[in-house]
């Protein structure tokens, strides 16, 4: 959960990007990476296979500036989207504050997606956050291939309670700091709410 | 149990976590010694960590003890004490305290293994001690905090500039 410190006057919050293997929540932080100024950035740490596929999460910490005095970090994270890495998933949730689901609008993706979705509710529960009162966005991705599904179908199948959602080609960066933008106030109004 | 980072640390809360730091840095001639909490945040470090970079240290450190513990359950083990990691020139003692936080002693050619051992376990009942204040004191009710531990008003304004400067 967000650590304050008050001694230091810093807030640190953690975000995880979560999602279906392929759907480019790597892609996400690697386009953060690119973008933010380099005095706001940490290193990208990708602990990942050979062919680049995730084995256990992605790292990268921000530090954008100060709100009312305090030091202001996110520390975002990725999960290994592939089935198998199921463990290591549920291990990279403990202490989020906000989640970030990223969904593949290919119409071939869309049971993973489902799939994805209930993992993640799960692994939240048994990490004792309640699925339902975590700051959660959803990103679709991949809105540039010619067989994304339509925004509509997406909605009713992987976003019933009409959270915030967002558009994205996240290799060319589209939608990315959208998404990012609007977890990271979530977050820090369900802190203030906490303080 | 709450985690570390959900408790609400004051400065006085800092400062003995910091001297209980400092006290094992200097009696197990370690390096430097950081408290993590389990979600991989950084709450506190003492000794030569200048030249370290310490948010992906703590980041990848919580990593490590959390697939420790995994494996620990699958073996049918409670857990695994400690997790060590040695290199020719630096080596990584960590150890989880009370279920809340790791303790990160980071030895170089100099320090004694067995000493290190011996004092975490010592250090490591006093931060249990520590933890225990922190946790049996009241959570602030929301709004009606000490004012220490407000923040202020969060205004859209606010996150807008954040991403606006980056």
């Excluded at chain 1, 386009?31 to 940490?42: F, T």
């Excluded at chain 1, 119409?107 to 975590?134: C, F, V, Y």
């Excluded at chain 2, 948010?55 to 420790?68: E, H, K, N």
Aim: proline letters at 4%; a positive charge.
């Amino acid at each position: 959960m967000s650590f304050i410190n008050y001694a230091a006057r810093e807030i640190n919050c953690k975000l995880v990007y979560y999602g279906a293997g392929l759907c480019g929540k790597t892609t996400n932080l690697q386009h953060i990476y690119k973008k933010v100024d380099p005095g706001a950035k940490g290193k990208l740490i990708s602990l990942a296979t050979e062919t680049e596929r995730t084995l256990f999460f992605d790292f990268l910490p921000l530090e954008l500036g100060t709100i009312r005095g305090f030091k202001t970090r996110f520390h975002l994270y990725t999960v290994p989207g592939q089935i198998f890495y199921e463990a290591s998933r549920k291990l990279i949730l403990k202490g989020a504050d906000g989640v970030v689901f990223v969904a593949d609008s290919q119409l071939e993706r869309m049971e993973a997606n489902i799939q994805s979705l209930a993992d993640m509710r799960q692994h939240l529960t048994e990490q004792g956050i309640e699925p339902t009162k975590i700051p959660l966005v959803i990103q679709y991705n991949k809105r540039d291939l010619r067989n994304a599904v339509p925004i509509d179908e997406l909605q009713k199948a992987l976003n019933p309670r009409n959270l915030p959602w967002f558009e994205a080609i996240a290799p060319q960066g589209v939608g990315v700091f959208e998404t990012l933008k609007a977890i990271s106030k979530i977050v820090l109004q369900e802190l203030q709410k906490k303080t | 149990m709450r985690p570390l980072s959900d408790l609400v640390i004051y400065e006085e809360d800092l400062s003995r976590i910091i001297a209980c730091l400092s006290a094992l840095q200097q009696k197990a001639r370690s390096a430097a010694t950081l408290l993590i909490d389990t979600s991989g945040q950084l709450i506190a470090s003492a000794g030569e960590t200048g030249r370290l970079d310490m948010t992906p240290l703590a980041s990848l450190a919580a990593g490590s003890i959390a697939a420790a513990g995994a494996l620990a359950q699958l073996l049918g083990e409670k857990e695994f004490s400690f997790v060590f990691y040695d290199g020719e020139r630096k080596r990584l003692h960590l150890s989880v305290i009370g279920g809340r936080a790791i303790l990160l002693v980071l030895l170089d050619q100099h320090s004694a293994v067995a000493l290190v051992r011996l004092q975490v376990k010592k250090v490591s009942r006093d931060m249990e001690d520590i933890f225990r204040d922190l946790s049996r004191r009241p959570t602030p009710v929301a709004g009606e905090g000490p004012s220490r531990s407000r923040i202020g008003e969060i205004t859209d304004a606010d996150v807008d500039n954040l991403f606006n400067k980056g």
